[in-house]
Each structure stands twice: as C-alpha cells, then as structure tokens.
C-alpha cells in the first residue's frame, strides 16, 4: 500500500513538500502519480513520474509550480509545491500506475494511498 503525508494548512504563497511511501514491491517498477480531489469536484490529475524519474508530467494548473521527484532507494515519491493558492486545497492522493509510465488518466493507477489534505488559505 501507499502512505501519503505531509499536507497542512499554509498561507497562499507558501509551500508544503508531499512525500509518499511504499513498498519496494508496489512501486520500484512503476510510474507514480498524484491525483488530487477538492470538495464537490471531480479527481483531478496533478502530476507523475515514470519508474526511473527521468520523464515527469504536470497538469497546465500546477506546471512551474510543482515538481514531483522520486528516491527509489527509498521507496519514496514527493510532491514540492511552491507559490500555493487557494484553488490547490485538495485531498491528494499518490498512486502507483499499471505501468513504469504514470499517466493523466485516474483509471491508469492500480495502487492508492489514503490521500493527505492540503488546504490553503487566502
């Protein structure tokens, strides 16, 4: 399973850095995403990074903004989000892909986390 953390309560502007961990065995192969859903709305693509965390992708709503990095000796996925504004307030979820490719479609994640609740305040 994934363990999402590190989300807050952070003024708009601020920055928060999201981590998620796994198991060797649920990611070290895969391409890795962060999808995030705010009240009322549908999921939403943020950003993901394939298997070697040599080929990332960000949505147009976060992209110079947002970096998503990866430490496979360490099982780990993060999420560095500067310059936050009120429209990030989210649950963020990190997931793990079918594939050693992430992808912008939800349906492309097998694996999901429990998701860590960022909230910005204006």
């Known amino acids: 399973q994934l363990q999402a953390s590190g989300g807050g309560l952070v003024q708009a502007g601020g920055s928060l850095r999201l981590s998620c961990a796994a198991s060797?065995?649920?990611?070290?192969?895969?391409?890795v995403g962060w999808i995030r859903q705010a009240p009322g709305k549908e999921r939403e693509f943020v950003a993901c990074?394939?298997?070697?965390?040599?080929?990332?992708l960000y949505a147009d709503s976060v992209k110079g903004r947002f970096t998503i990095s990866r430490d496979n000796a360490k099982n780990a996925v993060y999420l560095e989000m500067n310059s936050l504004k009120p429209e990030d307030t989210a649950l963020y979820y990190c997931?793990?892909?079918?594939?050693?490719?992430?992808?912008?479609?939800?349906?492309?994640?097998?694996?999901w986390g429990q998701g860590t609740l960022v909230t910005v305040s204006s």
């Open positions: 990074i394939n298997w070697r965390g040599g080929t990332t």
């Open positions: 997931a793990a892909a079918r594939t050693a490719y992430g992808s912008r479609f939800a349906g492309e994640y097998h694996y």
């Open positions: 060797k065995r649920t990611f070290s192969n895969n391409g």
